[in-house]
T-cell receptor
Framework: DAGITQSPRYKITETGRQVTLMCHQT?????MFWYRQDLGHGLRLIYY???????DKGEVPDGYVVSRSKTENFPLTLESATRSQTSVYFC???????????FGPGTRLTVT | GNSVTQMEGPVTLSEEAFLTINCTYT??????LFWYVQYPGEGLQLLLK?????DKGSNKGFEATYRKETTSFHLEKGSVQVSDSAVYFC????????????FGTGTKLQVIP
């Protein structure tokens, strides 16, 4: 199916564990983004990527790692999960940085 | 740095009421401005946008005008429906230089029959 997908949709993990959230888009968009959404903070940019093998930090990158070996995939890894990383994570893509962003359905992550 | 300020929610309106959600921004230069909508359990989707001063974006009965003099991009709709219940985000981005999008904190709208 065309579009942008995220997996898993829901995840519960324990403090200290590594967890990877997946994002896949079928449009061959150059730009991809990871956001976290928390009550009172709205959306905050974690990392973004302008193309394969090009990534840059956003507003809240600490504790997260990204990679982009292929244009269509942009996984987000929490190397050692903490309770403060409990959040809803959204992936997005766009054709260009100034264009509309297309969002995935989100992953609800709970760290216990 | 850049910032976007939205009115606090939730905003509760009766069906067919007039809606205004305020959005003001602080930025150096002239960004493009967006309104995104997030329906329950879904990701954000673009509602409308404006790329230069005095532009009016419109979609699904919603409108917003890019006001450079007041650095504002208020969202309006003449007659809301229950199906408009959602969270609305104002956002800005520049076409050059600091190329990261800045979102507001979101305003939740509840429309009651």
């Amino acid at each position: 199916d065309a579009g942008i997908t995220q997996s898993p949709r829901y995840k519960i993990t324990e403090t200290g564990r590594q967890v990877t959230l997946m994002c896949h888009q079928t449009w061959s968009h150059s730009y991809m983004f990871w956001y976290r959404q928390d009550l009172g903070h709205g959306l905050r940019l974690i990392y973004y990527s302008a193309a394969a093998d090009i990534t840059d930090k956003g507003e809240v990158p600490d504790g997260y790692v990204v990679s982009r070996s292929k244009t269509e995939n942009f996984p987000l890894t929490l190397e050692s999960a903490t309770r403060s990383q409990t959040s809803v994570y959204f992936c997005a893509s766009s054709e260009d940085i100034i264009y509309e962003q297309y969002f995935g359905p989100g992953t609800r992550l709970t760290v216990t | 740095g850049n910032s976007v300020t939205q009115m606090e929610g939730p905003v509760t309106l009766s069906e067919e009421a007039f809606l205004t959600i305020n959005c003001t921004y602080t930025a150096t230069g002239y960004p493009s401005l967006f309104w995104y909508v997030q329906y329950p359990g879904e990701g954000l989707q673009l509602l409308l946008k404006a790329t230069k001063a005095d532009d009016k974006g419109s979609n699904k009965g919603f409108e917003a005008t890019y006001r450079k003099e007041t650095t504002s991009f208020h969202l309006e709709k003449g007659s809301v429906q229950v199906s408009d219940s959602a969270v609305y985000f104002c956002a800005l981005i520049f076409s050059g230089g600091y190329q990261k999008v800045t979102f507001g904190t979101g305003t939740k709208l509840q429309v009651i029959p």
